[in-house]
């Protein structure tokens, strides 16, 4: 039986959810490191392990003509969100980092919006609007809120990875071969890491190496696998499922660190993870959020 592309990009960015969750868990078990030191071997790895895929597919490290500014913007971007990402990771539960970081496809709808110039209806901007809402539960903006500037961090995180997100997507129907995306994002993320690197390095164990080792592998998977699920389907159809990791983050934080999001952030998970299924809904065409037109059961 032949698979769609859509159910192919499904099965990607739930194993992307996944690898991300346990990506993050490495992060938080590496200990005490600048964000700036972690992404640096979190992007090395996945740096050589796009270029042995690159190599196997005989497909060269030159991008197709005119996509340079695509890749460099998905690049810098990119590399500003994961430093936010893992700040947040460390100074944060990990599942509130994880719905943070999350807000990235409602910010890809947005900057679709700008950039792409997809319409925009009245129920995707509300929806917009209302996750950002469930969002400001889960920062809990007070002054008496500790962890009010690592939450407004992570939030830019997923601002930033929503644009870069948006890149890989136009990069996608220039139909740029997705290795190449990976290894572009990596090289570049390792090159802009590597000044903080050689000033502020912090000397590590071997169990902070393993851990960080863990963390490139288990990115290297996540990045191969949006990427994939990106060039295959709009972020529209498939984003919704990108929220498993929410799951993922919640079952790996009790386990390995004994977190429990509190009630606010509850709040906020179901608010940003209600609106994106019915974001999904909604582009779906199920009837109760956009009533079916006369002709469209004669198509």
């Not at 992404?39 to 790895?45: A, E, G, K, P, T």
């Not at 919640?250 to 179901?270: A, K, Q, V, W």
Request: proline share 4%; glycine share 8%; aromatic share 18%.
């Amino acid at each position: 039986m032949k698979v769609s592309e859509k159910n192919k990009a499904i099965f990607y960015i739930i194993l992307s959810a996944f690898c991300f969750a346990f990506m993050n868990l490495f992060v938080r078990l590496s200990g005490d490191l600048p964000a700036f030191q972690k992404s640096f071997f979190r992007n090395f790895v996945a740096m050589f392990f796009a270029a042995a895929v690159l190599l196997r597919q005989h497909a060269g490290f030159r991008w197709k003509k005119g996509n340079l500014k695509y890749l460099l913007l998905r690049s810098a971007i990119g590399t500003f969100g994961i430093v936010c990402n893992f700040y947040a990771i460390d100074h944060i539960p990990l599942s509130d980092a994880s719905i943070l970081n999350k807000m990235s496809p409602f910010f890809v709808i947005l900057f679709s919006f700008f950039i792409l110039k997809e319409r925009l209806t009245f129920f995707q901007g509300a929806a917009v609007f209302i996750a950002f809402v469930g969002a400001l539960f889960v920062i809990k903006p007070s002054f008496a809120n500790v962890d009010l500037l690592p939450s407004a961090i992570g939030l830019v995180g997923g601002m930033s990875a929503g644009f870069a997100y948006t890149m890989v997507r136009v990069l996608g129907t220039r139909k740029e071969n997705g290795s190449l995306i990976v290894f572009f994002f990596s090289a570049f993320s390792c090159l802009s890491m590597l000044p903080f690197l050689i000033f502020d390095f912090h000397p590590m164990t071997w169990q902070q190496v393993l851990m960080l080792l863990g963390a490139g592998l288990a990115a290297s998977g996540g990045q191969f696998s949006i990427t994939a699920a990106y060039c295959r389907s709009p972020a529209r159809e498939i984003s919704v499922y990108d929220y498993s990791q929410i799951i993922f983050a919640t079952m790996l934080g009790f386990i390995f660190f004994g977190e429990l999001p509190d009630l606010y952030s509850i709040i906020g998970y179901i608010v940003i993870c209600s609106m994106a299924v019915l974001m999904f809904l909604y582009h779906n065409g199920v009837w109760i959020f956009r009533p079916k037109k006369p002709h469209d059961s004669e198509k």
